[in-house]
């Protein structure tokens, strides 16, 4: 089966445009995250979505960041005013939420590299 | 808040030698996992550890569980250059679904 795409696979944008980079999750999986990492780092939470419940937005970086996530499949992250150290790749994973219980494993997607001139 | 301390940060040894990575939390987590992530590509679970105390074997990759659920090792025997990538280890705190994320171990084996 399909797993979690991401697109683009690569984004170069100059300072001050905005971006869109979309995911789109495994069929059937309620839960849905975004993670920033920097070359080489670990994973740095950005914003999850549980079904239909408010999301978790406590790691979004600045208000230059939002998500959505339409009919609780695909979600589209947008960063306004892109600045130099939003550089990155963006990590999209989806897992099946409340239905997993302990073993709540994500997914990956490939992530978007973005590069902020 | 929630923090999963991994050790080392980075870890560069030769073909055959044997290492040990740690994660260690005051914290209790109902499951822990592991990822392995390649260059260009986004993590892949290696194993979800649940019971105190457990081990768990895949191939030459042998993961524990600490007894108090608060810590995991990884230890990887005659490591091999397909080993290289970077590790991350990950703790689901009791009924929450997101997971506290380790910041990763990049390991490098030399042929």
């Known amino acids: 089966g399909a797993g979690v795409s991401q697109s683009p696979s690569n984004k170069v944008t100059e300072k001050g445009k905005d971006v869109e980079l979309r995911c789109d999750p495994i069929?059937?999986?309620?839960?849905l995250y975004w993670y920033r990492q920097s070359l080489g780092q670990g994973l740095e939470f950005l914003i999850y979505f549980q079904g239909n419940s408010a999301p978790d937005k406590s790691g979004l970086p600045s208000d230059r960041f939002s998500a959505e996530r339409t009919g609780g499949s695909v979600s589209t992250l947008t960063i306004q005013r892109t600045q130099q150290e939003d550089s990155a790749v963006y990590l999209c994973?989806?897992?099946?939420?409340?239905?997993?219980?302990?073993?709540?494993?994500?997914?990956f997607g490939p992530g978007t590299r973005l590069t902020v001139l | 808040t929630q923090l999963l301390e991994q050790s080392p940060q980075f870890l560069s040894i030769q073909e055959g030698e044997n290492l040990t990575v740690y994660c260690n939390s005051s914290?209790?987590?109902?499951?822990l996992q592991w990822y392995r992530q390649e260059p260009g590509e986004g993590p892949v679970l290696l194993v979800t550890v649940v019971t105190g105390g457990e081990v768990k074997k895949l191939k030459r990759l042998t993961f524990q569980f600490g007894d108090a659920r608060k810590d995991s090792s990884l230890h990887i025997t005659a490591a091999q250059p397909g080993d290289t990538g970077l590790y991350l280890c990950?703790?689901?705190?009791?009924?929450?679904?997101?997971?506290?994320w380790g910041a990763g171990t990049k390991l490098i084996i030399k042929p």
């Open positions: 994973a989806s897992s099946l939420g409340d239905l997993a219980g302990a073993y709540n494993e994500q997914f």
């Open positions: 990950a703790g689901a705190p009791d009924s929450n679904y997101q997971l506290i």
């Open positions: 914290s209790v987590f109902s499951s």
């Open positions: 069929s059937g999986h309620t839960a």
